[in-house]
């Protein structure tokens, strides 16, 4: 019973006060999956562009934009470029050479399928590229998070897998989810294959894998990932089924990704003349950090470190964080994810490491690793997820800082 003459005001506000971030998380839980992937890319997506514009303001004139460019202006320079000489002008016939007759950046290293887009909704909406690129990668970004929140629903309760999505969109480098980069529909294409590997549905694997394979690189290593995953299926047909219509339609789709995997570098080929016309392309952006090399697997990760670091600092360090990777793959935390998603990272981690060149872009390339946000997404304490949102839009600043902004002479390109 409450004394006479109490407060009862200043009890009930308590008691409202206190109900109010349980009343929040009950209508967040009640709405629609979709629906809060939408609000929580919005949300995130409101707090990238805040920070794209803060740095325009400051941005002084550069070869691409004049002093404190636009929006959309300040989000297509860098590759976007490339993207957009691509979507009007096409590749070269002839390859672009330097005074002693190597291979010059030039467009081959820029694959066709998100120009294309982009060029497809300029002819629709009348829209500029600028404008229409952004859209583009905002629309792939939305759609990548949605099919990432079911890949992860696989394997995750739902408060789970919404904060993984909440990781995925507040990621160091998912600012690009709003630039002229093919990432964001790189990014759906990969979800879309992962999520029809997990659900086992391989005969939708075909269109998906062509898509990707124009898109971006990284075919290659999903082709390893499914013949892994067909050998271990294989190797289980006796506790588990695997039909013999199953055998072949997967085993199919591993060869024919590996073989639309290795299209790019063969069109560029007779488009020139010159077998090595893709490589050689790729092999331009390494030249200024250690010159004219040929393309020797597994060998520029410990290149870069001997650069970055010296020796024997170098390759200690490239040990180091290849040994790391591999506690990271076998912690309980990341075999919760599947053993498919594990095969996934497992292959391109030996992708990456047979052919980049590890520089600033490192932090870009390494966003198809997205499956690991899963494992992060696991502690479901409020302070360690505020601690991970406030850690990533710090890290996000820092690499649009370091990255993305241009001060003259610069070796940390995006």
């Known amino acids: 019973m409450t004394e006479p003459g109490a407060d009862t005001g200043s009890v009930v506000d308590a008691r409202t006060a206190q109900g109010a971030p349980a009343r ?29 514009l803060v740095l325009a303001s400051v941005q002084q004139a550069n070869p691409w934009t004049r002093a404190s460019p636009s929006y959309w202006e300040f989000a297509n320079i860098w590759d976007a470029r490339w993207f957009g000489y691509v979507a009007f002008a096409g590749y070269p016939s002839e390859l672009p050479l ?14 066709p399928v998100y120009p294309v887009v982009v060029r497809l909704v300029m002819t629709v909406t009348t829209l500029g590229w600028d404008v229409a690129a952004v859209l583009v990668s905002l629309a792939a970004g939305l759609g990548s998070a949605l099919v990432f929140h079911r890949l992860m629903s696989r394997f995750l309760e739902p408060d789970r897998a ?21 990432e964001a529909l790189f990014l759906l294409l990969l979800n879309t294959a992962l999520l029809l590997l997990v659900d086992r549905r391989y005969a939708w694997l075909f269109p998906v894998v062509t898509a990707m394979a124009f898109t971006r690189p990284g075919a290659l290593a999903l082709s390893l990932a499914l013949a892994l995953h067909w050998l271990l299926r294989f190797r289980a047909r006796r506790t588990e089924a695997f039909p013999m ?19 790019w570098p063969v069109v560029a080929w007779v488009a020139t003349g010159l077998p090595g016309a893709y490589f050689d392309t790729e092999l331009a952006w390494r030249a200024p950090y250690i010159g004219r090399v040929e393309l020797v697997p597994f060998t520029a990760w410990f290149q870069s470190g001997d650069w970055w670091l010296g020796q024997p600092l170098g390759t200690i360090v490239v040990v180091g964080l290849i040994a790391a990777f591999g506690l990271v793959l076998f912690s309980p935390a990341v075999r919760r994810l599947g053993v498919d998603l594990r095969l996934w990272l497992l292959s391109y981690a030996l992708y990456l490491l047979a052919v980049f060149f590890p520089q600033s872009s490192v932090f870009r390339l390494l966003a198809p690793m997205f499956p690991l946000l899963g494992a992060a997404a696991l502690p479901r304490s409020a302070i360690y997820r505020a601690s991970m949102v406030v850690g990533f839009l710090a890290l996000q600043w820092g690499w649009l800082l370091i990255c993305w902004g241009i001060d003259g002479a610069d070796w940390t390109p995006p």
């Open 162 to 182: 919404l904060f993984a999505v909440v990781l995925y969109c507040v990621a160091p480098v998912s600012v690009v989810f709003g630039f002229g980069y093919a």
């Open 24 to 52: 929040a998380r009950r209508l967040v839980a009640s709405a629609p999956w979709w629906l809060q992937v939408i609000v929580v890319y919005g949300l995130a997506r409101a707090v990238s562009t805040a920070m794209v």
């Open 245 to 263: 219509a199953e055998r072949v339609i997967a085993a199919s789709a591993a060869v024919y990704t590996g073989l639309v995997g290795l299209a």
């Open 98 to 111: 330097d005074d002693s007759g190597h291979v010059t950046e030039n467009a081959w290293a820029f694959m």
